[in-house]
Nanobody, 123 residues
Framework: QVQLVESGGGLVQAGGSLRLSCAAS????????MGWFRQAPGKEREFVAA????????YYSNSVKGRFTTSRDNAKNTQYLQMTSLKPEDTAVYYC????????????????WGQGTQVTVSS
């Protein structure tokens, strides 16, 4: 089992940047594929990005590709989401998630979730 805690959210102007972190408990972080999802008010939770066990392969939704970068540091049990060129439509609660199998874009296939961190982008 793994516990996840996100941090780094906040209020930023359009065009700005933020870096989210997801700290994981336990000694088996490197066994989990990690993902980022987000949920805007009135909308379903959607896939944002995922990173493979070693960090060598990353996946992105079309809406963030080229602007967001996900990475992980297995020595620090931490996943990151670097967000640049932020837009008002990026406003959402951002969640990190973990699963024991390979990367997936489906929220139903992730086993563990953090509590979320709010990102608000003003125009």
């Amino acid at each position: 089992q793994v516990q996840l805690v996100e941090s780094g959210g906040g209020l930023v102007q359009a065009g700005g940047s933020l870096r989210l972190s997801c700290a994981a408990s336990g000694r088996t972080f490197s066994r989990y594929t990690m993902g980022w999802f987000r949920q805007a008010p009135g909308k379903e939770r959607e896939f944002v990005a995922a990173v493979s066990l070693s960090g060598g392969t990353t996946y992105y939704s079309n809406s963030v590709k080229g602007r967001f970068t996900t990475s992980r540091d297995n020595a620090k049990n931490t996943q990151y989401l670097q967000m640049t060129s932020l837009k008002p439509e990026d406003t959402a609660v951002y969640y990190c998630a973990a699963r024991l199998r390979g990367p997936s874009v489906l929220r139903s296939e992730y086993d563990y979730w953090g509590q979320g961190t709010q990102v608000t982008v003003s125009s």
